[in-house]
């Protein structure tokens, strides 16, 4: 809750964490309107180790709670959607 996980993380790893993307609530540009990109976290990181440690956190992370509501989607007899992590390296499309 209020960015707790993202703390833990950056003040363990030394990396800086952005939620960019739809649902981010994060303005961008001149303009100022949410991004239409999915919704993604963006990491700078000082060093590779650093970035590593950081992949991990978020990875163990983002499994835990796919797990969590893989678990409640049991529970209400619903079928859970394929949730996977996906990391994508470097500038994506279209940005500057």
Do not use: N, W
């Not at 790893?13 to 991004?35: M, V």
């Amino acid at each position: 809750p209020h960015g707790q996980h993202m703390k833990a993380i950056a003040e363990a790893s030394g990396a800086k964490l952005r939620l960019r993307g739809r649902g981010s609530g994060f303005l961008e540009g001149p303009e100022q309107l949410e991004s239409s990109d999915e919704l993604m976290l963006c990491v700078s990181s000082p060093d590779g180790a650093s970035y590593d440690v950081t992949v991990r956190l978020v990875t163990e992370l983002m499994e835990d709670v796919y797990e969590q509501y893989r678990s409640h989607c049991r529970r209400v007899k619903s079928e859970p959607p394929a949730l996977k992590v996906h990391i994508h390296e470097g500038p994506r499309a279209g940005s500057r």
